[in-house]
Protein backbone atom coordinates (compact mmCIF):
# COMPACT_ATOMS: atom_id res chain seq x y z
CA UNK A 1 0.00 0.00 0.00
CA UNK A 2 1.41 3.41 -0.65
CA UNK A 3 1.28 5.90 2.13
CA UNK A 4 -0.52 8.90 1.95
CA UNK A 5 1.38 11.93 1.27
CA UNK A 6 2.17 14.47 4.11
CA UNK A 7 -0.05 16.90 2.56
CA UNK A 8 -2.57 15.50 2.39
CA UNK A 9 -4.29 16.05 5.47
CA UNK A 10 -3.09 12.24 7.32
CA UNK A 11 -1.12 11.74 9.50
CA UNK A 12 1.88 9.88 8.61
CA UNK A 13 2.60 6.22 10.36
CA UNK A 14 4.05 6.44 13.33
CA UNK A 15 7.62 4.89 13.28
CA UNK A 16 7.57 1.35 14.99
CA UNK A 17 10.12 0.10 17.36
CA UNK A 18 11.42 -3.11 16.39
CA UNK A 19 11.27 -5.51 19.56
CA UNK A 20 15.18 -6.78 20.04
CA UNK A 21 16.22 -9.77 21.77
CA UNK A 22 19.45 -10.52 23.39
CA UNK A 23 21.83 -10.83 20.15
CA UNK A 24 19.62 -10.08 17.45
CA UNK A 25 20.66 -8.10 15.05
CA UNK A 26 19.49 -4.30 13.93
CA UNK A 27 19.93 -1.87 11.48
CA UNK A 28 20.41 1.83 13.23
CA UNK A 29 19.21 3.81 10.24
CA UNK A 30 21.11 3.16 7.28
CA UNK A 31 24.50 2.26 8.78
CA UNK A 32 25.94 -1.27 9.36
CA UNK A 33 24.10 -4.35 11.22
CA UNK A 34 25.10 -4.71 14.66
CA UNK A 35 23.76 -6.45 17.65
CA UNK A 36 21.39 -5.01 19.69
CA UNK A 37 23.03 -6.92 23.46
CA UNK A 38 22.67 -5.87 26.99
CA UNK A 39 25.89 -4.80 27.55
CA UNK A 40 29.12 -4.13 25.79
CA UNK A 41 32.42 -5.49 25.61
CA UNK A 42 33.81 -2.18 27.07
CA UNK A 43 31.02 -2.22 30.27
CA UNK A 44 32.44 -5.78 31.01
CA UNK A 45 36.19 -4.91 30.76
CA UNK A 46 35.38 -1.80 33.31
CA UNK A 47 33.25 -3.73 35.70
CA UNK A 48 35.69 -5.81 37.47
CA UNK A 49 33.43 -8.66 36.79
CA UNK A 50 33.95 -11.84 39.02
CA UNK A 51 36.27 -14.29 37.48
CA UNK A 52 35.17 -17.79 38.52
CA UNK A 53 37.43 -20.18 36.37
CA UNK A 54 40.81 -18.89 34.53
CA UNK A 55 40.64 -21.52 31.64
CA UNK A 56 43.45 -23.54 29.87
CA UNK A 57 45.80 -22.27 27.13
CA UNK A 58 42.59 -23.48 24.81
CA UNK A 59 39.42 -22.64 27.40
CA UNK A 60 37.55 -19.64 28.23
CA UNK A 61 37.81 -17.64 30.95
CA UNK A 62 34.68 -17.78 32.73
CA UNK A 63 33.17 -14.97 34.19
CA UNK A 64 29.82 -13.44 36.26
CA UNK A 65 29.18 -9.91 35.56
CA UNK A 66 25.77 -8.04 36.69
CA UNK A 67 24.35 -5.16 35.35
CA UNK A 68 21.05 -3.38 36.25
CA UNK A 69 20.12 -6.58 39.06
CA UNK A 70 20.75 -9.40 35.96
CA UNK A 71 23.58 -11.63 36.47
CA UNK A 72 25.21 -12.98 33.82
CA UNK A 73 27.99 -15.47 32.88
CA UNK A 74 30.73 -14.42 30.09
CA UNK A 75 32.78 -17.15 28.48
CA UNK A 76 35.57 -15.28 27.40
CA UNK A 77 39.08 -16.69 25.06
CA UNK A 78 40.84 -13.71 24.64
CA UNK A 79 43.57 -14.40 26.96
CA UNK A 80 44.36 -17.18 25.03
CA UNK A 81 47.67 -16.97 23.33
CA UNK A 82 46.70 -15.37 19.62
CA UNK A 83 47.45 -18.51 17.65
CA UNK A 84 44.39 -20.11 19.76
CA UNK A 85 42.36 -16.36 20.60
CA UNK A 86 42.46 -15.90 16.67
CA UNK A 87 41.12 -19.63 15.66
CA UNK A 88 40.12 -21.88 18.12
CA UNK A 89 38.70 -19.39 20.41
CA UNK A 90 36.44 -17.28 17.72
CA UNK A 91 35.20 -20.66 16.48
CA UNK A 92 34.04 -22.02 20.03
CA UNK A 93 32.49 -19.19 20.80
CA UNK A 94 30.57 -19.68 17.79
CA UNK A 95 30.18 -23.12 18.06
CA UNK A 96 28.87 -22.68 21.55
CA UNK A 97 26.11 -19.73 20.41
CA UNK A 98 24.76 -21.49 17.40
CA UNK A 99 23.79 -24.34 20.31
CA UNK A 100 22.50 -22.38 22.59
CA UNK A 101 20.47 -20.33 20.19
CA UNK A 102 18.88 -23.75 18.38
CA UNK A 103 17.64 -24.76 22.63
CA UNK A 104 16.35 -20.98 23.17
CA UNK A 105 13.31 -21.31 25.16
CA UNK A 106 13.71 -24.83 26.95
CA UNK A 107 14.24 -24.64 30.35
CA UNK A 108 17.34 -26.28 31.33
CA UNK A 109 19.53 -24.97 29.09
CA UNK A 110 21.31 -21.39 29.60
CA UNK A 111 19.15 -18.58 28.23
CA UNK A 112 19.43 -15.37 26.32
CA UNK A 113 22.76 -16.32 24.88
CA UNK A 114 24.65 -13.53 22.96
CA UNK A 115 28.15 -12.49 21.20
CA UNK A 116 29.70 -10.38 23.46
CA UNK A 117 32.55 -10.14 20.30
CA UNK A 118 34.53 -12.50 18.02
CA UNK A 119 36.38 -14.13 20.97
CA UNK A 120 33.25 -14.13 23.93
CA UNK A 121 29.74 -15.15 24.83
CA UNK A 122 27.15 -14.67 27.68
CA UNK A 123 24.00 -15.49 28.85
CA UNK A 124 21.99 -15.80 32.10
CA UNK A 125 23.44 -16.74 35.20
CA UNK A 126 21.05 -19.53 37.19
CA UNK A 127 22.69 -20.21 40.58
CA UNK A 128 23.19 -24.07 40.96
CA UNK A 129 25.73 -26.51 41.82
CA UNK A 130 27.68 -28.81 39.89
CA UNK A 131 25.77 -32.67 40.27
CA UNK A 132 28.94 -34.31 42.23
CA UNK A 133 28.07 -31.08 44.89
CA UNK A 134 24.41 -31.28 45.02
CA UNK A 135 22.79 -32.33 47.97
CA UNK A 136 22.23 -35.90 47.88
CA UNK A 137 18.51 -35.06 48.88
CA UNK A 138 17.63 -33.55 45.88
CA UNK A 139 18.91 -36.17 43.55
CA UNK A 140 15.87 -37.73 43.74
CA UNK A 141 15.32 -40.45 40.75
CA UNK A 142 12.68 -37.57 39.80
CA UNK A 143 15.47 -35.60 39.20
CA UNK A 144 17.21 -37.62 36.85
CA UNK A 145 13.83 -38.65 34.75
CA UNK A 146 13.32 -34.86 34.29
CA UNK A 147 17.29 -34.55 33.15
CA UNK A 148 16.87 -37.79 30.63
CA UNK A 149 13.72 -36.20 28.91
CA UNK A 150 15.55 -32.91 29.01
CA UNK A 151 18.64 -34.43 26.99
CA UNK A 152 15.68 -35.97 25.19
CA UNK A 153 14.57 -32.45 24.49
CA UNK A 154 17.93 -31.18 23.22
CA UNK A 155 18.19 -34.75 20.52
CA UNK A 156 14.65 -33.63 19.45
CA UNK A 157 16.33 -30.17 18.61
CA UNK A 158 18.94 -31.87 16.67
CA UNK A 159 21.66 -31.23 18.86
CA UNK A 160 23.80 -33.83 20.65
CA UNK A 161 26.09 -32.43 23.42
CA UNK A 162 28.61 -35.52 23.85
CA UNK A 163 29.49 -34.54 27.56
CA UNK A 164 27.29 -35.01 29.99
CA UNK A 165 29.61 -37.37 31.40
CA UNK A 166 31.45 -34.73 32.74
CA UNK A 167 29.87 -33.20 36.38
CA UNK A 168 30.97 -30.02 35.72
CA UNK A 169 28.24 -30.13 32.70
CA UNK A 170 25.51 -30.61 34.70
CA UNK A 171 24.10 -28.21 37.63
CA UNK A 172 21.52 -28.92 40.13
CA UNK A 173 19.74 -25.39 40.59
CA UNK A 174 18.10 -23.85 43.84
CA UNK A 175 14.42 -25.34 42.28
CA UNK A 176 16.11 -28.90 41.98
CA UNK A 177 15.95 -29.14 38.52
CA UNK A 178 18.92 -29.56 36.05
CA UNK A 179 20.56 -27.52 33.67
CA UNK A 180 23.21 -28.34 31.21
CA UNK A 181 26.26 -26.47 30.07
CA UNK A 182 29.06 -26.48 27.90
CA UNK A 183 28.04 -26.86 24.17
CA UNK A 184 31.78 -26.59 23.05
CA UNK A 185 31.99 -30.35 21.73
CA UNK A 186 28.23 -30.65 20.78
CA UNK A 187 27.34 -32.48 17.18
CA UNK A 188 24.05 -31.25 14.76
CA UNK A 189 22.34 -33.91 14.26
CA UNK A 190 20.26 -33.29 11.42
CA UNK A 191 21.59 -34.61 8.01
CA UNK A 192 23.76 -37.48 10.04
CA UNK A 193 23.48 -41.07 8.66
CA UNK A 194 20.78 -42.51 11.18
CA UNK A 195 22.96 -45.39 12.79
CA UNK A 196 25.51 -42.22 14.08
CA UNK A 197 23.00 -40.10 15.26
CA UNK A 198 21.77 -42.97 17.36
CA UNK A 199 25.04 -43.93 18.48
CA UNK A 200 25.49 -40.36 19.52
CA UNK A 201 22.25 -39.97 21.59
CA UNK A 202 23.28 -43.31 23.08
CA UNK A 203 26.43 -41.21 24.05
CA UNK A 204 24.40 -38.45 26.03
CA UNK A 205 21.94 -40.52 27.19
CA UNK A 206 24.63 -43.16 28.93
CA UNK A 207 26.44 -39.57 30.92
CA UNK A 208 22.85 -39.12 32.34
CA UNK A 209 22.75 -42.66 33.38
CA UNK A 210 25.94 -42.44 34.61
CA UNK A 211 25.07 -39.81 37.21
CA UNK A 212 22.00 -42.26 38.07
CA UNK A 213 23.71 -44.98 38.90
CA UNK A 214 26.53 -43.24 40.92
CA UNK A 215 23.68 -40.77 42.64
CA UNK A 216 20.82 -42.67 42.82
CA UNK A 217 21.64 -46.45 42.93
CA UNK A 218 19.12 -49.27 42.53
CA UNK A 219 16.62 -46.93 40.57
CA UNK A 220 17.16 -46.92 37.15
CA UNK A 221 15.51 -49.88 36.24
CA UNK A 222 16.86 -53.20 34.21
CA UNK A 223 16.57 -51.37 30.76
CA UNK A 224 18.58 -48.33 31.79
CA UNK A 225 20.82 -50.00 33.46
CA UNK A 226 21.87 -52.76 30.15
CA UNK A 227 22.07 -49.37 28.22
CA UNK A 228 24.90 -47.73 30.73
CA UNK A 229 26.70 -51.29 30.61
CA UNK A 230 26.95 -51.42 26.58
CA UNK A 231 28.26 -48.10 26.41
CA UNK A 232 30.71 -48.45 28.84
CA UNK A 233 31.79 -51.28 27.22
CA UNK A 234 32.46 -49.46 24.03
CA UNK A 235 34.11 -46.59 25.75
CA UNK A 236 37.05 -49.15 26.21
CA UNK A 237 38.05 -48.15 22.85
CA UNK A 238 37.62 -44.79 22.76
CA UNK A 239 41.88 -43.20 22.95
CA UNK A 240 41.22 -39.78 22.63
CA UNK A 241 41.00 -37.53 25.89
CA UNK A 242 40.21 -34.39 26.17
CA UNK A 243 39.86 -31.99 23.44
CA UNK A 244 41.39 -33.32 19.73
CA UNK A 245 42.97 -35.85 22.07
CA UNK A 246 45.23 -33.52 24.06
CA UNK A 247 44.91 -33.87 27.31
CA UNK A 248 45.47 -30.26 28.83
CA UNK A 249 47.17 -29.33 31.62
CA UNK A 250 45.98 -27.36 34.82
CA UNK A 251 43.86 -24.23 34.88
CA UNK A 252 45.20 -20.84 36.15
CA UNK A 253 44.34 -21.17 39.47
CA UNK A 254 41.44 -18.85 41.10
CA UNK A 255 40.08 -18.55 44.47
CA UNK A 256 37.09 -17.45 43.45
CA UNK A 257 34.89 -20.64 43.97
CA UNK A 258 32.31 -22.34 41.62
CA UNK A 259 33.44 -22.32 37.60
CA UNK A 260 29.99 -23.38 36.58
CA UNK A 261 27.06 -21.77 38.48
CA UNK A 262 27.81 -21.67 42.29
CA UNK A 263 27.69 -17.82 43.21
Known amino acids: MTPK ?10 PQTARTEPGNRVRPGKGPVREATPFTREEFDRSGARLLHGGRWGNADISLFRKDGASWVVKDFRHCPPGVRHTWGICMAGRELSALRRLSGIPGFPQDAFRLDRYAIAYRFVPGNEIGQGDPDLLTPGFFES ?3 LVERMHERDIAHLDIRTG ?14 DFQSHVRLGGL ?5 RILVAVDL ?3 YK ?9 MGEEREEHLRRMN ?3 RYWILKGYLGIKPGPA ?8 KGKD
Open 211 to 219: HWSIRAPGS
Open 252 to 259: RSTDTGDA
Open 147 to 149: LES
Open 233 to 235: TWR
Open 5 to 14: SHASGSEPPS
Open 193 to 197: PGFLR
Open 206 to 208: AGV
Open 168 to 181: GNVLVTEEASPLIL
